[in-house]
T-cell receptor
Framework: GENVEQHPSTLSVQEGDSAVIKCTYS??????FPWYKQELGKRPQLIID?????GEKKDQRIAVTLNKTAKHFSLHITETQPEDSAVYFC???????????FGRGTSLIVHP | KAGVTQTPRYLIKTRGQQVTLSCSPI?????VSWYQQTPGQGLQFLFE???????NKGNFPGRFSGRQFSNSRSEMNVSTLELGDSALYLC?????????????FGPGTRLTVL
């Protein structure tokens, strides 16, 4: 089955810096890659997603890049703010199985 | 439009008991997926229901089961509870099944097994 590795497990940055979280996947049939943000005590919420026919997608301060050949995708957050502090999860799923596999999560801490 | 709701929000049980959790999806969503979230294992997929049929199943023992009703509401049951079943159980709804797309998560049910 699919295996998703996510790094780093913890990321500490200063306000205004950029943050990058990386994920690799194993199943070349995976074609949908969402990123979820989970604040402490709250539910995961989709912040951005990308499909395999696109290499990059941006939404304000957040961007996701996908390298299908290398089977990895990354979340980029620019100009980080304290409210960006949360756990971020990547996931991969395919049209064939649909079962989404999540990474273990990255705890992002943005220091004011 | 109301979001995904889950009841109860918190539950304390003892080993050997069974528990039933409930999830109401967003109106119009027909797919409901269940996940177990623990600090050690992260988010793990349990199963997905669409139109009252289980479409996909994760790698969990048969003690974990579920069902979906005609109004798309779903229930998850865990029998013979073990200490390791303590976790946050999340459900997520989406419009379709079989085509990956955005899932909307509920607030979760925090289950503690003593």
């Amino acid at each position: 089955g699919e295996n998703v590795e996510q790094h780093p497990s913890t990321l500490s940055v200063q306000e205004g810096d950029s943050a990058v979280i990386k994920c690799t996947y194993s199943d070349s049939a995976s074609n949908y890659f969402p990123w979820y943000k989970q604040e402490l005590g709250k539910r995961p919420q989709l912040i951005i997603d990308i499909r395999s026919n696109v290499g990059e997608k941006k939404d304000q301060r957040i961007a996701v890049t996908l390298n299908k050949t290398a089977k990895h995708f990354s979340l980029h957050i620019t100009e980080t703010q304290p409210e960006d502090s949360a756990v971020y999860f990547c996931a991969a799923s395919s049209r064939g199985s649909y079962i989404p596999t999540f990474g273990r999560g990255t705890s992002l801490i943005v220091h004011p | 439009k109301a979001g995904v709701t889950q009841t109860p929000r918190y539950l304390i049980k003892t080993r050997g008991q069974q528990v039933t959790l409930s999830c109401s999806p967003i109106s119009g969503h027909r797919s409901v997926s269940w996940y177990q979230q623990t600090p050690g294992q992260g988010l793990q997929f349990l199963f997905e229901y669409f139109s009252e049929t289980q479409r996909n199943k994760g790698n969990f023992p048969g003690r974990f089961s579920g069902r979906q009703f005609s109004n798309s509401r779903s229930e998850m049951n865990v029998s013979t509870l073990e200490l390791g079943d303590s976790a946050l159980y999340l459900c997520a709804s989406s419009l379709f099944s079989g085509s990956p797309g955005e899932q909307f998560f509920g607030p979760g049910t925090r289950l503690t097994v003593l």
